[in-house]
């Protein structure tokens, strides 16, 4: 190993380890390997676009989705604040695609039916998606659900059915698990399974995830292609992403110094009830159910608290025989494509449609 | 958004943003975005296998692979330090995967030609796959060159012929470039385009991508499909990765504050006259000449300071329409794979054998 002293330039990498310039930490990591990291430095990242630059600057600054009550103290108001931090996202949205809304009931639960407003494609005419929202499993519904559906519909050229599932805190798993089934099914009366696509993102991308195994568990056959969008087929969480995102967009960077077993965690009141080693919530408990997967799209981000845990989830499923594709984005936060300013959006919303475009059966 | 306090524990996630309960840096950020991070501990990745939890453990406590003059006081004795750092992974692999290794010159270039020691499989009697190793432009060869030759021999059942290119300090750019296509005319001779794979990591994977640069120079047709492991078909370095895997190896985890155009970079003797625009040594500047590119894997780990960049790399092919494909391990460091001893590194030779073997033409 060279070292070339203690400033982070670098001017030869050792023939294949990550040993790089920095100087060594005098003080060592913990005996089980925890390294304390006491003074660091880390721009924005090189690779961003300057649109998303531009709103990563906005975040860290100015914290715009601050403020409005917890979920615990005032459900009604920590919705009404998170749908208004929604509605900023969707209205460029709305101007940028133009599609058309329905409301319809399918299975006795709320759907919102998104087409393009030029049509759907011919070659689409017998597909058909289903949106899972994300929000936490509290949040989200008809509000993230239309950020979710209306660029995929539009750029696609195919019909979007987001799904408003029973949440928390009322509600507990298996709810949005039964909801999902119950539109598919009625879906399943109008559409061949190979011609049905399910994605989401966040609490969306893991209800994705947990409609196989519900599916599996009630037997109905698979959609031709999934996607796990900001999310994983285990805990949202895990692995470095669970210490190092918060300090990665603005938070804990002094003083805060979690214990090994620490690091963000995502346990919603929905969740709240359920072994973490269930396979129902959380397939990668299984590998037998992992490998029934249909392929799999994965996208994530390296601020994105999940990411870690969506690319261990991808590794999962590549070593089970799944045909599974991760698409990662440097520098950005979770879910940063709701935002539809950014270039990168576009790529995540091309790379949507074109993997479900690949999959659908003949 | 909802504040916890000032542990790491999560209670709520807000619908779509990473926004998680760790405090809020009172200081902020500064006006170009740069956060501080002043004091965090970060735990060995929770998805690491037992065996990589173990090295992980050895490399950041006994750092085995300090030591030894730097390339620039003496160059002979770095090559045999890095050597016998290389031979301490070679020795376990030979004995894992029996095979042949001759030498042969090949359009007047030294390789090693490695077969499997229970032959070459009839499906691959007309394909071969070429290699180039990894060591910074200035070691590594016939034995970083082994490492990364021999698995894929072994468990593809194929003959994997392995480059001893010339590098730095002695020569500079395009030198590799030009031994890699010596040997390439030679092997075309041979095989059909469609039966020949090229990989390669760290240096190697920058240098696979270089020689499809070189290629469409030079006028001789792709091979198959590539594989840029550890590496990126631009810059090695760049984005968060830069900043942060240097302190995820216990490197700088204390008083390093790089300046916001700093961060870990990689400038050895033989890339040092070449304009980091020039696209025959960096692909990406060209995004017609990156569409031109044949399947490209790419393979990366998030302890690797060429993460962001190669994800990076991913995306600006998936963007021209190259069909290319990422994988993705957590918490491990830089050309991990070496070690044979971990169960990630098997799933790496399976992902670089499976995804070769999907894309030889017939």
Redesign the interface.
């Known amino acids: ?2 070292r ?1 002293g ?20 005098r ?4 005996p ?16 961003l676009s300057p649109e998303a ?1 531009s709103y ?2 906005h ?3 100015d ?1 715009p ?4 009550p ?3 103290q005032d459900i009604k108001g ?1 919705r009404a604040r ?1 749908d208004e ?2 509605n900023w ?1 969707l209205k460029p949205i709305r101007a940028r695609y133009p599609v058309n809304v329905e409301h319809k009931t399918i299975g006795g639960i709320y759907t919102d039916v998104v087409t393009p407003a030029d049509g759907v494609a011919a070659k689409n005419r017998n597909r058909v998606l289903l949106n899972m929202h ?3 499993f ?3 519904a008809r509000t ?1 659900a239309l ?1 979710e559906s209306i660029p995929i519909a539009s750029i696609e050229k195919i019909k979007v059915i987001t799904i408003d599932y029973r949440m928390g805190p009322e509600y507990k798993f298996p709810a949005a698990s039964e909801d999902v089934a119950a539109v598919y099914r009625e879906i399943l009366k109008e559409y061949r399974p190979e011609h049905i696509g399910l994605y989401g ?2 609490a969306g991308g893991m209800l994705t995830a947990m409609s196989i195994a519900w599916f599996e568990k009630i037997h109905v056959p698979n959609p031709s292609a999934i996607g796990v969008l900001c999310a994983s087929i285990g805990e ?33 009141a929905y969740l709240s009830n359920v072994d973490p080693k269930d396979p129902l919530a959380y397939s990668i408990n299984s590998p037998a159910l992992v490998a029934k997967f249909p392929p799999t799209l994965l996208v994530t981000s ?4 999940e ?3 969506a ?2 989830s ?2 999962a499923l ?2 089970a025989g799944v045909e599974a ?7 950005l ?3 940063f494509w ?1 935002n539809s300013d950014l270039p990168e959006s576009r ?1 995540v919303y091309d ?1 949507i449609a074109r993997f479900f475009d690949r999959h659908f059966g003949k």
């Open positions: 190993m060279v070339l203690r400033r982070a330039k670098l001017g030869i990498l050792t023939a294949s380890l990550a040993v790089i310039s920095w100087a060594a930490d003080a060592g990591p913990d089980d390997g925890t390294l304390h990291i006491r003074d660091i430095a880390i721009p924005l990242s090189s690779f630059r990563m600057l975040l860290l600054r914290r989705f601050a403020g409005g917890s979920a615990a920590y998170q931090i929604m996202f994300g929000g936490g509290v949040s989200g993230a950020i993102c966040s949202l969480t895990g692995g470095d992403a669970s210490f190092i995102t918060g300090p990665l967009n603005g938070f804990a960077t002094s003083s805060a110094r979690p214990s090994s077993n620490g690091g963000a965690q995502f346990r919603p390296t601020r994105g608290m990411y870690s845990s690319i261990n991808h590794n590549v070593r594709e991760l698409h990662v984005w440097d520098g936060p979770h879910a709701y790529e790379v």
